[in-house]
């Protein structure tokens, strides 16, 4: 903002028509980066450059340069939202968790698990699964 009152300032006695293009430039520069500061899944530096991201699979904020991240065109980082340890870990946690209705069908039909207690059991082998592939994709 300092940028376009100095412009401001200096051409105060200038035309309009003169300073357009370059204010207007200026003026879009500041909200795409003001934007991209209030992400609440990135940090930038002064410059506009991502330097961390909240990864979704670890939970945790990894700087960009020491942790790959796969690009991501629709993303107002242009990366994605997980690491890439983080997305091979999402994507065999989920293949787990598919796999897993399968083998509590398998335990009521045997009478190894009454269905009334299917939700609580899923859910608890759900966070377990979580758990191991947190572990297994540190």
């Not at 357009?20 to 200026?26: A, C, I, P, T």
């Not at 790959?68 to 999402?90: D, F, L």
């Not at 796999?99 to 939700?119: M, R, T, Y």
């Amino acid at each position: 903002m300092e940028q376009i009152k100095k412009f401001l300032a200096t051409n105060k006695n200038a035309k309009i028509s003169t300073i357009h293009d370059e204010l207007l430039n200026m003026i879009a520069a500041e909200l795409n980066k003001k934007s991209a500061q209030k992400s609440s899944t990135s940090r930038r530096d002064e410059n506009g450059d991502v330097t961390e991201i909240f990864c979704y699979f670890h939970k945790v904020w990894e700087n960009v340069n020491v942790h790959a991240y796969g690009s991501k065109k629709g993303s107002n980082t242009g990366m994605n939202t997980m690491c890439k340890r983080g997305v091979r870990g999402w994507t065999e946690t989920q293949k787990h968790i598919k796999l897993l209705d399968g083998k509590l069908i398998e335990e009521i039909s045997s009478g190894k698990l009454d269905i009334k207690n299917l939700q609580l059991a899923k859910a608890e082998r759900i966070v377990k699964i979580k758990s191991e592939m947190m572990i297994k994709h540190k």
